[in-house]
């Protein structure tokens, strides 16, 4: 980067993120997810793309995996039928020097919903198409912390398409992505067990391991006939590899942001209708007033 270019973002970082600086120079930008802390600054980091033009990846890094790149697949060809329902799991035990070396993690903001939800919204999102509504309800009722350790969630799609999620950070279960896609191998694996439970009139889908469950004959549909049990075949890779190099393609102009900041700014607004469901016990709509 030029010296006169490193002094002037340097000049706007100090009264602004290091984001909005970049992107007032509509410097082209990896940003991990969430991408804001809250949808209004979401919002401002959106205005601020479009007027400069910069060129903005978010690092909801799943979606350049193979992994969520074959369930799409299935569930786009309609092997499954209509989709009917999705229930998903991200059930794991975060250590307790996990909260020692961040005691913020202790307080409000700082659990799993803005933390580890937000990567279930846009996998769930990209494979069910968009979340309407929410209702949730929270516990922190194992470590006592001011935060949630544990939420149950229901969404509603616009297709009329509903799911439902459980997310804690206490429990002691193989059931969630980082355990079961073998993507980081830093984490504890069990290829054998699933997170997602896509399910539609004619089929379902157990996510990560792609079994795929139909009829037969693809007949008549009934509880009495059997259903075949199809092992499809499971593709590997480095989803954070391909997501650095996909950004080399969006920096240079070859490829449009497979996340954009609107698309994660969803994700953000979807998580935070989850944390005030939780606070009103209310059904909150996600879809934003035009």
């Known amino acids: 980067m030029r010296a006169d270019l490193i002094e002037r973002v340097s000049d706007h970082a100090r009264n602004q993120t290091p984001t909005l600086a970049c992107l007032e120079q509509a410097l082209p930008v990896l940003l991990e997810k969430p991408l804001a802390s809250s949808v209004a600054e979401g919002e401002t980091l959106a205005r601020a793309e479009r007027e400069r033009g910069a060129r903005v990846l978010v690092g909801h890094h799943r979606t350049h995996g193979a992994t969520l790149r074959q369930a799409r697949e299935i569930v786009a060809s309609g092997a499954l039928g209509r989709l009917v329902a999705v229930n998903g799991s991200a059930t ?25 939800l937000i990567h279930e919204v846009h996998s769930l999102r990209l494979l069910c198409g968009e979340i309407v509504a929410v ?9 006592g912390f001011a935060v949630e350790d544990t939420v149950v969630i229901n969404f509603r799609f616009a297709s009329g398409a509903l799911g439902t999620f459980v997310l804690s950070d206490t429990a ?29 009139t004619h089929g379902s889908l157990a996510i990560p391991t792609m079994r795929l469950h139909r009829y037969a004959d693809n007949g008549a549909r009934s509880w009495w006939r059997p259903l075949e049990l199809v092992r ?8 954070i590899e391909r997501q650095l190099a996909h950004f080399v393609d969006v920096i240079r102009g070859d490829a449009e942001p497979l996340v954009d900041v609107e ?13 005030e469901a939780v606070r009103t016990g209310a059904t909150v709509a996600t879809i934003p007033e035009r």
């Open 172 to 200: 002691a279960s193989p059931r969630s992505w980082e355990q079961n896609a073998g993507e980081n191998p830093a984490y504890d694996h069990h290829p054998d067990e699933d997170c997602y439970i896509v399910a539609g």
């Open 92 to 116: 794991f035990v975060k250590p307790d020097d996990y909260f020692e070396a961040g005691p913020w993690r202790r307080e409000a903001g700082g659990g799993p919903i803005p933390i580890n």
């Open 263 to 275: 698309g994660a700014l969803a994700n953000l607004r979807i998580t935070e209708a989850v944390a």
């Open 232 to 239: 499809l075949p499971l593709e590997r890779d480095d989803p």
């Open 135 to 143: 209702q949730a309800l929270a516990s922190n009722a194992t470590r």
